[in-house]
């Protein structure tokens, strides 16, 4: 479903939009008055994210960023294009220091 949360399900609300004129008193006018009010919706902020099933597979899911905020989405891992020396595990960090520069 469109702009739709896949995780919480949190969708377009609806709501009013006041149009107003005139001047805030504190300012030293009259006032400000109602000159309109109209339907409007709200929409949840969602973001396409690639995420990790539970079999180890990927998958593009529409979240909404509280979902994204709380923890409820773990983003995929994405590997590191290399690993300096002190990143890498004992044995390989070994063999390196053995070769000559």
């Not at 919480?8 to 008193?25: D, L, M, P, S, Y």
């Amino acid at each position: 479903m469109a702009r739709v949360c896949e995780i919480c399900g949190k969708g377009r609300t609806v709501g009013n939009h006041i149009e107003t004129r005139g001047k805030a008193k504190y300012l030293g006018g009259v006032g400000t008055k109602v000159t309109g009010i109209t339907r409007r919706a709200f929409l949840p902020n969602l973001q396409n994210v690639k995420t990790t099933t539970a079999n180890g597979g990927t998958k593009t899911v529409k979240v909404c960023t509280q979902c994204m905020r709380s923890g409820a989405v773990r983003k995929q891992i994405k590997n590191a294009p290399f690993k300096l020396a002190h990143e890498l595990d004992g044995t390989a960090a070994s063999k390196l220091k053995g070769r000559k520069k």
